[in-house]
């Protein structure tokens, strides 16, 4: 496991691919994490966890498994969140947002993480299986606002993860780790790794419904022209969930691809993508001795 400086008493568990880190840093999940902490601009370090270790780092610092295999089997992922300062982990990137909003709600100058805004941004019945489950604080928030939120954030994941062969591949692991991550996906899946690639099906296929997939949440982007964010001009959770697979995307998928990606619907994703850049300077900043 590797640590940032600089030291302060928050601390973000993020995913190491393949040095330098900053680079690499591809998981979707910590980046929703990390665009929420830098748009609420709290200081925050960044400990980057081998993938094969996260379920030990996890155990040890006493934060259950947010998911489970399909063999039922605890899924133990990141990102990890813990703030010192008030003795709490909190081990899913929702939770994190909200526990941020909660604790947090006069710092930066950006305003809430969660203003209201209609989200009703829907997959198709068969995309939505694809959707990991949300922690059981999403599932059950009672407050109207953060449920549209936590509905968006599913619909969101489910189309994007249904679509993760794309990216599978483009995964940048540290090249000494990799043959043994591979593995464990080969594990997980029950198949080859070259065989997940071909069993998913022609890339030209997954990229033309990944762009239909993605065409009604491209109309929510487009209703307020003055964007890149869904509000405009001001951002909130919804752009950093959408813009965590975003940054997925730019880092794992071919140069040819990212390009049509971010040419699809009028270049919405590709502005809220490179408007996002202003809030991933922390990780590249803090990481800028690697
Ligand atoms: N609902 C969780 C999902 C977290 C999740 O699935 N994290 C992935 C990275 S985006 C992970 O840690 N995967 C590790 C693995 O597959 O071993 C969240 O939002 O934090």
């Not at 059981?136 to 062969?165: C, L, P, T």
């Not at 794992?252 to 994703?269: C, I, M, N, R, Y």
Request: aromatic residues 10%; proline residues 6%.
């Amino acid at each position: 496991m590797a640590t940032d400086t600089p030291a302060t008493d928050i601390v973000l568990y993020d995913i190491a691919f393949r040095q330098p880190f900053s680079a690499s840093s591809s998981a979707p999940n910590p980046w929703k994490a990390r665009y929420a902490l830098n748009f609420k601009g709290i200081p925050y370090r960044t400990e980057w966890v081998d993938m094969l270790e996260i379920p030990d780092v996890r155990r040890r610092l006493e934060v259950p498994a947010a998911r489970k295999h399909r063999d039922g089997s605890d899924y133990y992922t990141l990102p990890v969140l813990v703030d010192n300062t008030t003795g709490t982990k909190v081990g899913d990137s929702f939770d994190i947002a909200v526990y941020l909003s909660e604790t947090y709600p006069d710092t930066g100058e950006a305003g809430d993480l969660f203003p209201v805004q209609s989200l009703d941004f829907a997959c198709s019945s068969e995309l939505a299986i694809f959707a990991p489950p949300l922690s059981e604080r999403a599932e059950g928030v009672d407050k109207g606002v953060i449920r549209d939120y936590a509905h968006f954030n599913r619909n969101v994941d489910a189309v994007f993860s249904a679509h993760s062969a794309l990216m599978g591949s483009g995964m940048q692991f540290d090249p000494a780790r990799a043959p043994l991550i591979r593995a464990e996906f080969e594990r997980r899946a029950g198949m080859r790794w070259e065989d997940m690639m071909v069993h998913a099906g022609p890339r030209e296929k997954i990229l033309a419904s990944l762009c239909e997939a993605l065409a009604p949440l491209a109309e929510l982007f487009q209703r307020d022209h003055s964007g890149p964010f869904l509000l405009g001009r001001r951002a909130s959770h919804a752009d950093f969930i959408v813009g965590g697979w975003l940054r997925m995307q730019s880092v794992t998928l071919p140069d040819e691809e990212w390009a049509q990606v971010k040419s699809w619907h009028g270049g919405v994703f590709a502005k809220l993508h490179d408007a996002l850049q202003k809030l991933s300077e922390g990780v590249i900043r803090a990481s800028s001795n690697r």
